[in-house]
């Protein structure tokens, strides 16, 4: 990042990105763009009087400093500040400030579930979609544009649910204060995932590179570049538990602690603690079961958290066989403490907001996109076969792609010698890899690999050779495209293997990152093969349709494979673990594993495990208050939960809101399973208009299993909600009821909760 500055404060904020940048960061990205952040933040900072008075550690972190989490990066700033400036430049206070940014972004990005590579914040915005990590690095970048320092906050894991979560902080004097992307409300510190907060383990932030305010919270540890800080306290309840390591009955400083929450059936890494001299490390999370694994060199241990912490005995692992071993584990209780309710005009400005935004943001999409750079491309020589180069490509390719980029791997395809159509071009013309920022990194490739005649192994071993390790300063999450390892001549391990990839299919031999765990495999014979050869073994699973998951241990840990639920598994040597996990409607799970040792040519034949429960034991039971509904023709409906003596799902709806927007998309996928029941299925809304929401109208169409009602939410959902313990203002709200009572309900958002409303529903009906 070699760049003639002009003043000392461009000195002093280069070098600061300089030294806490990651590296990959300061090898894949031109010191130009990193000069554009400086220049503006600096511009923003003699401009903005809310800015200008910041401490220079928080404004370099929080202010100036380009990157929020894992996002790809592009300079944005000067497009956001001057769409927002206007907006929020007289603003008495900064809490406005912050509310008036995100109604902002609320105009221009909506939710949508999409593929795990995290977008730059100016593709989100001129796609107009997210999911919840790129819509809070959005709504972070558009603070920062205008000079109110933000963060990313997140729950790297739910114990109660699956998936996790992400939003945003704004600090606000001394104070950091926390809103819901995209999601506005008319107050700061209120969102849908509040509830949900309280119940989780550990919510957290970070920084790259080095920092001591103690505006950065309660330091939680540090992996390779980045430093964690713990924000639990500020939203569950929590207590400290400490953590010790032995080796040989003595302390074991150093060791690595890795502490782990059971969720879509594997336990997870939320967070990694480094052992001090006495072979402790301490941590405040929340009230709920921990698994915890110790690493020290070639020594290892792992157990269950006790009430207070665990000691583990670190040891050579000597044998990798078990029976099944039954877990349970159990989320915290949480004990939210909801924000006071809004007033009548509050509710009425957020009405009004959310709808123009609603609108606003329709008109934004429709006119939105990508659609002109892949128009443009597909007008170039040859149109079919450049489809058939753009079919290679995700969706999310396709919106944030750059023509010239797509042109110049196209242009040098290598000659297809006979290979089947299908492998040529998924394999040897497509320029995605892994998750890596798509870069034109034929052209470099090709000259380096001119006077290349060894073998693909031969290669392999050659890489290892002249690549060098980029040592602590990276943040695994990121990715090193090709070209730029190339020019750096070094990479961590998983970009070396995309770069093998990438030589391969320059030089016309297809080649993959193997789907279970990311190994390099090459096309032989007519089929796939790893480019290492090991010995394997053959797992066989049987049983009942349950979660399951497979790890493999690994100097490190456990690494959780992707078997995408084949149940026949040709797998290198070595040891296994097996897990099967039934989540509960309170949140608790019931969960089973079983280790085995795989030797070259043995068959290993387990049959998965399905513990029983008592499903009547993990259903409630509250009466509901009696509603006054009406049909969207205005005629009263009295009681609707209590009319025919059929079992209701009821649903009430905020259309357009991000959590009824996941449980929507969960709900469509068990129409068949409703249909087959003689259940009612009530979606709950606030008028008429709310069917105009494209979301809601997509799930209506085509099916009349569900009865649209117009409820009164100025009362009927706050009165249900407090008899159900939900928080009225965290739609949807949804119940399993039947003769007016209801055994089984949710509010906000939780991944799966689709599928146990249509379980409640299959027992009240007898089916379950």
Excluded at 86 to 94: A, F, G, I, S
Aim: glycine share 10%; charged share 25%; net charge negative.
């Amino acid at each position: 990042m070699a760049v003639k500055h002009e003043s000392s404060l461009e000195w002093k904020a280069m070098d600061f990105l300089r030294t806490h940048l990651p590296q990959s960061d300061r090898a894949c990205y031109p010191a130009e763009m990193f000069l554009e952040f400086v220049h503006h933040a600096l511009m923003v900072r003699e401009k903005a009087p809310w800015c200008g008075g910041l401490d220079w550690e928080i404004f370099a972190h929080y202010v100036l400093f380009p990157r929020v989490n894992d996002e790809e990066l592009s300079f944005h700033r000067a497009v956001f500040h001057d769409a927002l400036w206007p907006r929020v430049k007289d603003l008495p206070t900064q809490e406005e400030r912050a509310l008036e940014v995100n109604r902002w972004c609320h105009e221009h990005v909506s939710y949508e579930a999409q593929d795990d590579r995290t977008a730059s914040p100016m593709t989100v915005y001129r796609g107009g979609r997210g999911r919840c990590g790129e819509e809070s690095a959005f709504l972070v970048s558009a603070l920062r544009s205008v000079g109110i320092p933000a963060r990313q906050v997140y729950v790297p894991r739910w114990s109660h649910c699956g998936d996790n979560h992400a939003w945003v902080e704004v600090l606000c004097g001394e104070r950091w204060r926390y809103m819901g992307a995209c999601e506005p409300e008319p107050v700061l510190d209120r969102g849908w995932f509040t509830a949900a907060a309280s119940r989780a383990m550990l919510v957290h932030s970070r920084i790259f590179g080095e920092g001591s305010s103690p505006l950065h919270g309660e330091p939680l540890g540090r992996t390779g570049a980045v430093r964690w800080f713990n924000q639990t306290a500020r939203y569950a309840s929590v207590k400290e538990y400490t953590f010790q390591a032995l080796a040989g009955g003595k302390p074991a400083p150093g060791a690595v602690f890795r502490l782990q929450v059971l969720n879509e059936a594997s336990f997870h890494t939320i967070a990694v603690l480094a052992a001090g001299e006495d072979g402790t490390a301490r941590a405040r999370l929340g009230q709920g079961s921990l698994h915890v694994v110790a690493t020290q060199g070639g020594l290892f241990a792992e157990c269950a958290c006790g009430e207070d912490g665990a000691v583990l005995h670190l040891e050579t692992v000597e044998t990798g066989n078990s029976d099944w071993v039954d877990i349970d584990f159990y989320p915290p209780a949480g004990d939210p403490v909801p924000p006071p309710p809004l007033s009548g005009s509050q509710k009425a400005e957020r009405k009004a907001v959310l709808q123009r935004g609603n609108a606003l943001r329709s008109q934004w999409i429709e006119g939105g996109g990508n659609q002109a750079e892949v128009q443009a491309f597909l007008q170039g020589e040859y149109p079919e076969e450049r489809g058939k180069f753009l079919r290679t490509l995700t969706e999310k390719d396709l919106r944030d792609g750059a023509r010239e980029v797509w042109e110049d791997h196209f242009r040098r395809l290598p000659p297809g010698k006979g290979l089947p159509e299908e492998i040529y071009w998924r394999y040897v013309a497509c320029p995605r890899i892994a998750w890596e920022p798509l870069a034109a990194w034929r052209r470099p490739l090709q000259g380096w690999l001119a006077v290349w005649y060894g073998s693909p192994e031969e290669l392999w071993t050659r890489l290892g050779e002249i690549f060098t390790d980029p040592g602590e300063d990276v943040y695994d999450n990121l990715h090193w495209p090709p070209d730029r390892v190339l020019e750096a001549r070094k990479c961590d391990g998983k970009g070396r293997k995309a770069f093998f990839v990438a030589c391969l299919r320059t030089l016309g031999i297809p080649a993959r990152l193997r789907f279970l765990d990311g190994e390099p495999e090459v096309w032989r014979d007519g089929g796939f093969a790893p480019v290492r050869a090991f010995e394997t073994g053959t797992l066989r699973l049987s049983g009942p349709e349950v979660d399951w998951t497979l790890s493999r241990r690994t100097a490190r840990g456990w690494k959780l494979l992707r078997p995408e639920g084949v149940r026949e598994l040709v797998l290198p040597t070595g040891d296994y673990r097996v897990m099967v996990a039934e989540r509960l409607p309170n949140g608790s799970q019931i969960a089973s594993m079983r280790d085995l040792r795989l030797k070259a040519g043995q068959t290993w034949e387990i049959e998965l495990r399905a513990r029983a429960y008592d499903w009547k034991d993990a259903l409630d039971s509250r009466a509901m208050p009696a509603l006054s509904a009406a049909g969207l023709d205005g005629q009263p409906v009295p009681d609707p939960l209590r009319q025919d003596g059929r079992p209701v799902l009821a649903l009430w709806l905020e259309e357009g809101g991000e959590p009824t927007e996941h449980l929507l998309g969960e709900l469509a996928g068990y129409r068949e399973r409703l249909d087959a029941l003689p259940v009612r299925v009530l979606f709950l809304v606030r008028g008429r208009e709310s069917l105009a929401q494209r979301t809601l109208a997509r799930v209506l169409d085509g099916w009349d299993k569900p009865e649209v009602l117009v409820d009164d939410w100025a009362y009927d959902l706050e009165a249900a909600a407090r008899c159900l313990g939900h928080d009225p203002e965290c739609a949807p709200l949804a119940a399993a009821c039947s003769g007016g009572r209801a055994v089984y309900s949710t509010g906000g958002y939780q991944v799966g909760s689709a599928e146990l409303l249509v379980r409640a529903a299959e027992f009240l009906c007898g089916r379950a």
